[in-house]
């Protein structure tokens, strides 16, 4: 019999089977196929989706069941007797070319052992429930080895195959018969072979290769449609899971056009984790971390991951998380018990808006009793499944929200409670939970609940890290930004800072403002480059510097140079930029100097024009071994002086001549006060989008201090002009009509001159009172040694006077000068 046009059957008991003729080279034949095992007792073991596709008979209703009544290969085993196992007769085998029934048919018992012997193939025409007469090409191959499997049949429908050169209204399509060749006798063997295994049942990577090596030793499948042709084949579960997918695409979007959730449908029935549910769960979680984790802020976080598996993975989503995590804390120690507070953060559902609102409101805390699923799957850290929620076990849900009655809401549904976790610690837990006309969770929803919680978790911490790490920085720089008064001697004074909106709140920009002697008022705006939590503790070590330095009553361009040393000792990473001004309103000058900073803007009262002003720019603080120099700019009452970060006026993609213009523009803009001034600028540039660094605004109005309200004596180096200071402070104040401080300041005035004539060494020293909103008194003097507030006894001849300083004056200080000191003192002034 010609084995490739005649018979319908082939059962090589060795590789020389079949090859009286070399097979030409053919296209690999695509091929969806069922996979059965049938175990020693000739009961199936496993049964395919594919099998249940085309033999009609779900997976629950063949498992166990006689192979016998379900696959037709008893019927159609080789008669000869040079091709097959020489044990069995030949009359247990019919001649019809394809035999009709329901399975096997008679003789399966006796046939069963003798396939065991040798792999056989044929094809037959089987009539499968609710479908036509099926024509099945098989497949039988003989298993041997430790599992539990003696069968291995693969079985498909001749109707889905598009053999080459063959129509199907042709005879010739009617002599397509199943055989076996050498794998290596067709091209792409190796990538054939590369791919048996997806064909197989679950099993170990051992049983696998074994199997494999079995199916190439016996022979490999081939659909033979002559005799010197013959077509690999090439396992394919994707036709018919193609259709199923894009029948399920249309049910998705008929639901979605009806405003029905689109549910996640289960894998194919009895398909246990097969490729195809498999792939459908990975391109569900897939889609689900592409969802998740898109920025940092963990409440956008929180409401991203329950939105993500609602309505396609469930109905209902409930996330809580620990109270460390929501106060934006470190990482949570140890294993939450029955105190452990849970915050619910999130309530994602499908029902009717406002259902769960009241009976479970988001911002609740609440700790959770062991015996409930949420405690087990908390203290455990793995996945807790519910099928159906029973009335009693909703009573105990229940019975922990108190007054609310929960039941009607969880009753009846399918629940599974997942962990969300990071480094092995539970940050929180998802509660999901389906309607009850919904298929309930089952395992494999349970591992993907696993792997989404898994994600989530992971998207959690990183969150939760960039939560805590940025409220350290804001703390810290908040500790640092001064609290400046709105007046100062001479000034008014209003700021802004803006945090950063993309590369990170916290930055390294700061302003301050600083009493120095003389009624003066340092002024200064600096910009450490960089970002984050150790930019903001360069800005605190560099504003602090800043402050000791003009306290010490430096030039501008000095201290500038000493910041400048200290950046370098500091580290190399330690650049910024900084502007820095003092004002004198007695004199109606400024001092500044730049380090490589955005040049301040002056608005002139007189005629309200804006301009920047023009100073040598200078290196960035850090650089070193760049020289600073300080101008001096003549201003009058009432002008204005706005210093601000390159944040405030730089854009990405856009010149930064066009942010300073902009400034000058909205500086000169009249407005009723200082505060108002400030928002006018901080509108018209922070809207023009494409902001991201963070911004510091110093505004100060330069009132000035008229020259009636200063008063200035020299007095000699004579222990008797203590008596005339006292005088001429008196007369003075009650000039100024401050008779009710005169006797307070008359006392410390001569206090610190009596002081000063002990230990100048000059011929002279200088006495000056200035009222603005206090009262100063300064004297002057040429010895550099700063007083020193003792504790005198009573026998003690000295320490007394700045003691009496200390207890009367509303603020006191010293403070060197170039050819001395200056010692001074403040009073308030009374309400008018």
Same mark, same amino acid.
């Given at each position: 019999?010609?084995?490739?046009?005649?018979?319908?059957?082939?059962?090589?008991?060795?590789?020389?089977?079949?090859?009286?003729?070399? +097979?030409?080279?053919?296209?690999?034949?695509?091929?969806?196929?069922?996979?059965? /095992?049938?175990?020693?007792?000739?009961?199936?073991?496993?049964?395919?989706?594919?099998?249940?596709?085309?033999?009609?008979?779900?997976?629950?209703?063949?498992?166990?069941?006689? =192979?016998?009544?379900?696959?037709?290969?008893?019927?159609?085993?080789?008669?000869?007797?040079?091709? =097959?196992?020489?044990?069995?007769?030949?009359?247990?085998?019919?001649?019809?070319?394809?035999?009709?029934?329901?399975?096997?048919?008679?003789?399966?018992?006796? *046939?069963?052992?003798?396939?065991?012997?040798?792999?056989?193939?044929?094809?037959?025409?089987?009539?499968?429930?609710?479908?036509?007469?099926?024509?099945?090409?098989?497949? =039988?191959?003989?298993?041997?080895?430790?599992?539990?499997?003696?069968?291995?049949?693969?079985?498909?429908?001749?109707?889905?195959?598009?053999?080459?050169?063959? *129509?199907?209204? %042709?005879?010739?399509?009617?002599?397509?018969?199943?055989?076996? @060749?050498?794998?290596?006798?067709?091209?792409?063997?190796?990538?054939?072979?590369?791919?048996?295994?997806?064909?197989? +049942?679950?099993?170990?990577?051992?049983?696998?290769?074994?199997?494999?090596?079995?199916?190439?030793?016996?022979?490999?499948?081939?659909?033979?449609?002559?005799?010197?042709?013959?077509?690999? /084949?090439?396992?394919?579960?994707?036709?018919?899971?193609?259709?199923?997918?894009?029948?399920?695409?249309?049910?998705?979007?008929? @639901?979605?056009?009806?405003?029905?959730?689109?549910?996640?449908?289960? =894998?194919?029935?009895?398909?246990?984790?097969?490729?195809?549910?498999?792939?459908?769960?990975?391109?569900?979680?897939?889609?689900?971390?592409?969802?998740?984790?898109?920025?940092?802020?963990?409440?956008?976080?929180?409401?991203?991951?329950?939105?993500?598996? /609602?309505?396609?993975?469930?109905?209902?989503?409930?996330?809580?998380?620990?109270?460390?995590?929501?106060?934006?804390?470190?990482?949570?120690?140890?294993?939450?018990?029955?105190?452990?507070?849970?915050?619910?953060?999130?309530? #994602?559902?499908?029902?009717?808006?406002?259902?769960?609102?009241?009976?479970?409101?988001?911002?609740?805390?609440?700790?959770?009793?062991?015996?409930?699923?949420?405690?087990?799957?908390?203290?455990?850290?793995?996945?807790?499944?519910?099928?159906?929620?029973?009335?009693?076990?909703?009573?105990?849900? @229940?019975?922990?929200?108190?007054?609310?009655?929960?039941?009607?809401?969880?009753?009846?549904? *399918?629940?599974?409670?997942?962990?969300?976790?990071?480094? %092995?610690?539970?940050?929180?837990?998802?509660?999901?939970?389906?309607?009850?006309?919904?298929?309930?969770?089952?395992?494999?929803?349970?591992?993907?609940?696993?792997?989404?919680?898994?994600?989530?978790?992971?998207?959690?911490?990183?969150?939760?890290?960039?939560?805590?790490?940025?409220?350290?920085?804001?703390?810290?720089?908040?500790?640092?930004?001064?609290?400046?008064?709105?007046?100062?001697?001479?000034?008014?004074?209003?700021?802004?800072?803006?945090?950063?909106?993309?590369?990170?709140?916290?930055?390294?920009?700061?302003?301050?403002?600083?009493?120095?002697?003389?009624?003066?008022?340092?002024?200064?705006?600096?910009?450490?480059?960089?970002?984050?939590?150790?930019?903001?503790?360069?800005?605190?070590?560099?504003?602090?510097?800043?402050?000791?330095?003009?306290?010490?009553?430096?030039?501008?361009?000095?201290?500038?140079?000493?910041?400048?040393?200290?950046?370098?000792?500091?580290?190399?990473?330690?650049?910024?930029?900084?502007?820095?001004?003092?004002?004198?309103?007695?004199?109606?000058?400024?001092?500044?100097?730049? @380090?490589?900073?955005?040049?301040?803007?002056?608005?002139?009262?007189?005629?309200?024009?804006?301009?920047?002003?023009?100073?040598?720019?200078?290196?960035?603080?850090?650089?070193?071994?760049?020289?600073?120099?300080?101008?001096?700019?003549?201003?009058?009452?009432?002008?204005?002086?706005?210093?601000?970060?390159?944040?405030? /006026?730089?854009?990405?993609?856009?010149?930064?001549?066009?942010?300073?213009?902009?400034?000058?523009?909205?500086?000169?803009?009249?407005?009723?006060?200082?505060?108002?001034?400030?928002?006018?600028?901080?509108?018209?540039?922070?809207?023009?989008?494409?902001?991201?660094?963070?911004?510091?605004?110093?505004?100060?109005?330069?009132?000035?201090?008229?020259?009636?309200?200063?008063?200035?004596?020299?007095?000699?180096?004579?222990?008797?002009?203590?008596?005339?200071?006292?005088?001429?402070?008196?007369?003075?104040?009650?000039?100024?009509?401050?008779?009710?401080?005169?006797?307070?300041?008359?006392?410390?005035?001569? #206090?610190?001159?009596?002081?000063?004539?002990?230990?100048?060494?000059?011929?002279?020293?200088?006495?000056?009172?200035?009222?603005?909103?206090?009262?100063?008194?300064?004297?002057?003097?040429? %010895?550099?040694?700063?007083?020193?507030?003792?504790?005198?006894?009573?026998?003690?001849?000295?320490?007394?006077?700045?003691?009496?300083?200390?207890?009367?004056?509303?603020?006191?200080?010293?403070?060197?000068?170039?050819?001395?000191?200056?010692?001074?003192?403040?009073?308030?002034? +009374?309400?008018?």
């Amino acid at each position: 019999m010609d084995r490739g046009t005649e018979t319908e059957r082939d059962a090589p008991c060795g590789r020389g089977a079949g090859q009286d003729a070399a +097979p030409r080279p053919a296209a690999a034949g695509r091929v969806p196929l069922a996979v059965v /095992v049938a175990d020693r007792d000739g009961l199936v073991s496993h049964w395919s989706s594919g099998a249940r596709r085309l033999f009609g008979v779900a997976r629950p209703d063949a498992i166990g069941r006689p =192979a016998a009544d379900l696959l037709p290969v008893a019927g159609a085993l080789p008669e000869e007797d040079g091709a =097959a196992c020489e044990t069995y007769p030949d009359e247990a085998y019919p001649d019809e070319a394809y035999p009709d029934g329901d399975g096997l048919g008679p003789g399966l018992e006796a *046939s069963l052992d003798r396939v065991l012997c040798c792999p056989a193939a044929g094809r037959a025409r089987l009539t499968v429930p609710d479908r036509d007469r099926v024509d099945v090409l098989w497949w =039988a191959y003989p298993l041997a080895g430790p599992g539990s499997g003696r069968l291995l049949v693969l079985a498909a429908d001749a109707a889905r195959l598009n053999p080459p050169d063959v *129509s199907r209204d %042709d005879a010739g399509y009617e002599r397509i018969a199943p055989g076996f @060749a050498l794998h290596t006798d067709f091209p792409g063997a190796d990538e054939l072979a590369r791919r048996l295994p997806e064909i197989l +049942p679950s099993m170990s990577v051992d049983d696998s290769a074994r199997i494999v090596a079995q199916i190439l030793e016996l022979g490999y499948p081939v659909l033979e449609f002559s005799q010197n042709e013959r077509v690999p /084949v090439t396992p394919d579960w994707g036709v018919a899971r193609r259709a199923e997918r894009k029948a399920r695409r249309e049910r998705a979007a008929r @639901a979605a056009a009806e405003g029905r959730p689109v549910p996640l449908e289960p =894998a194919d029935e009895g398909e246990d984790l097969e490729y195809a549910a498999v792939r459908e769960r990975l391109e569900f979680l897939n889609e689900v971390s592409g969802r998740i984790g898109t920025s940092l802020d963990l409440a956008r976080t929180i409401t991203e991951v329950s939105r993500a598996v /609602v309505p396609r993975f469930t109905d209902v989503a409930g996330t809580y998380l620990r109270e460390q995590v929501v106060a934006g804390e470190g990482f949570p120690e140890g294993v939450p018990d029955t105190t452990t507070m849970w915050h619910r953060v999130a309530v #994602e559902h499908t029902d009717e808006p406002g259902r769960w609102d009241d009976v479970v409101p988001v911002g609740e805390a609440m700790p959770f009793p062991a015996h409930t699923p949420f405690f087990q799957c908390m203290t455990t850290g793995e996945p807790v499944l519910v099928p159906r929620i029973s009335e009693e076990t909703g009573h105990a849900i @229940a019975s922990q929200f108190e007054k609310r009655d929960i039941r009607p809401l969880i009753t009846g549904r *399918s629940m599974l409670v997942v962990p969300l976790k990071a480094r %092995d610690v539970v940050l929180g837990f998802m509660i999901l939970l389906r309607h009850p006309e919904r298929p309930v969770f089952n395992d494999m929803d349970r591992v993907t609940g696993a792997e989404l919680a898994a994600r989530a978790g992971l998207v959690l911490d990183n969150a939760r890290m960039y939560t805590y790490q940025e409220r350290v920085a804001e703390t810290l720089q908040d500790s640092m930004l001064p609290h400046i008064p709105p007046r100062m001697a001479g000034c008014d004074i209003a700021t802004r800072y803006l945090p950063g909106t993309l590369l990170g709140r916290v930055g390294g920009d700061w302003f301050d403002a600083v009493k120095l002697p003389g009624a003066r008022t340092a002024l200064v705006v600096g910009d450490v480059m960089g970002h984050g939590l150790n930019s903001a503790a360069m800005m605190g070590q560099l504003r602090t510097a800043v402050q000791t330095m003009a306290a010490l009553d430096l030039p501008p361009a000095q201290l500038l140079r000493n910041l400048d040393d200290l950046a370098q000792r500091l580290g190399e990473t330690y650049l910024a930029t900084c502007l820095y001004a003092v004002y004198d309103p007695i004199a109606s000058e400024l001092h500044l100097a730049n @380090a490589g900073h955005v040049p301040p803007v002056l608005v002139r009262a007189e005629d309200g024009r804006s301009e920047l002003l023009e100073l040598p720019t200078g290196a960035p603080i850090g650089v070193g071994g760049v020289p600073f120099e300080a101008v001096r700019v003549r201003v009058a009452p009432g002008d204005r002086l706005i210093m601000c970060t390159d944040g405030l /006026v730089e854009v990405r993609g856009e010149d930064i001549g066009v942010g300073l213009a902009t400034l000058c523009e909205s500086a000169a803009h009249p407005a009723a006060s200082m505060d108002d001034a400030c928002d006018t600028v901080v509108r018209a540039l922070n809207t023009r989008g494409g902001r991201k660094d963070d911004v510091a605004l110093l505004m100060v109005r330069l009132a000035g201090i008229a020259p009636d309200d200063v008063a200035e004596w020299r007095l000699a180096r004579d222990p008797a002009q203590a008596a005339r200071a006292r005088a001429v402070v008196r007369e003075q104040l009650n000039a100024w009509g401050l008779t009710g401080l005169a006797d307070s300041a008359e006392l410390m005035a001569g #206090e610190l001159v009596t002081n000063a004539l002990r230990h100048a060494h000059g011929r002279s020293v200088e006495l000056r009172l200035v009222r603005g909103d206090t009262l100063l008194c300064e004297v002057d003097d040429d %010895d550099h040694d700063l007083p020193t507030l003792l504790s005198a006894g009573p026998l003690d001849e000295s320490g007394r006077g700045l003691r009496v300083v200390s207890t009367l004056a509303r603020e006191w200080g010293a403070s060197r000068t170039k050819a001395g000191k200056t010692v001074w003192f403040e009073l308030s002034l +009374p309400r008018r």
